[in-house]
């Protein structure tokens, strides 16, 4: 669908999910802190997707991991494994620059644009809270978010449906008048799935997947998502 969907108020949504990681936290910067540590640059992306495929597999079969745990489980044999010297010392290197990442470009004006337009924002991450706002506290956008979710107090990942279920129950929202914010076509079609309005962040300009559900809306950046759905509220 197309922007024209949003063009009346009420067609607007009313609560904005947001992802964190990768979606609002720039993690680009972390391929530099792998290369200081001897390792590949590309170890830090390689990382990442495991984790997620770790964290995934353990969802479907009934879990629902503590994401830093995994994460440091995940990246010490890594590391160990191409032969980065004291990996312990590097795996507390990397999380503390995890932990420290900045926010994309256009994250501080696209979350204020949409909560001045009268837009209720929380986060849904699948990492912890606490990240998400010393993320925002960093940049000066915690005010603008109501509440900051994880699903460690929800039963599963996401994109298990009973995640976006945990955040509209603690949100007191339907799922039709509450959109999810992405940069992962894997969330996408999760929320999809649990019956939420979808957009799609695409900064990259990458084609979307066609074996996921499509997004309701596709934008290049925050900013332009407040455009569309910050008008009219308030």
């Not at 802190?33 to 597999?57: K, M, N, T």
């Not at 503390?96 to 949409?114: I, K, Q, S, T, W």
């Not at 996401?158 to 129950?169: G, H, M, N, T, V």
């Not at 008048?177 to 649990?194: C, F, K, Q, S």
């Amino acid at each position: 669908m197309q922007r024209d969907l949003f063009a009346q108020p009420a067609s607007r949504p009313k609560l904005v999910v947001f992802d964190v990681n990768e979606t609002l936290s720039d993690m680009s910067g972390l391929a530099a802190v792998f290369a200081e540590l001897c390792a590949r640059p590309e170890l830090a992306a390689i990382w990442f997707s495991g984790l997620l495929r770790d964290g995934f597999a353990l969802t479907v079969t009934g879990d629902n991991p503590d994401f830093g745990a995994l994460a440091r489980q995940s990246l010490r044999p890594l590391l160990d494994s191409h032969g980065v010297p004291n990996p312990d010392t590097a795996v507390d290197a990397v999380m503390d620059a995890f932990a420290g990442l900045p926010v994309h470009g256009d994250v501080v004006e696209g979350v204020r644009g949409l909560a001045a337009g009268g837009v209720r924002l929380v986060t849904l991450s699948n990492g912890a809270a606490s990240v998400a706002r010393g993320l925002f506290e960093r940049h000066a956008i915690a005010d603008c978010f109501e509440q900051l979710l994880s699903v460690a107090d929800a039963p599963a990942w996401k994109p298990a449906a009973s995640a976006y279920e945990y955040a509209l129950r603690t949100c007191d929202a339907s799922p039709a008048e509450t959109m999810l914010v992405a940069v992962h076509p894997w969330d996408i079609h999760g929320a999809a799935a649990a019956g939420l309005t979808t957009a799609f962040v695409n900064r990259a300009g990458t084609p979307y997947p066609a074996f996921f559900s499509r997004p309701d809306l596709e934008v290049a950046s925050l900013v332009e998502l407040a455009e569309v759905v910050g008008e009219g509220h308030g």
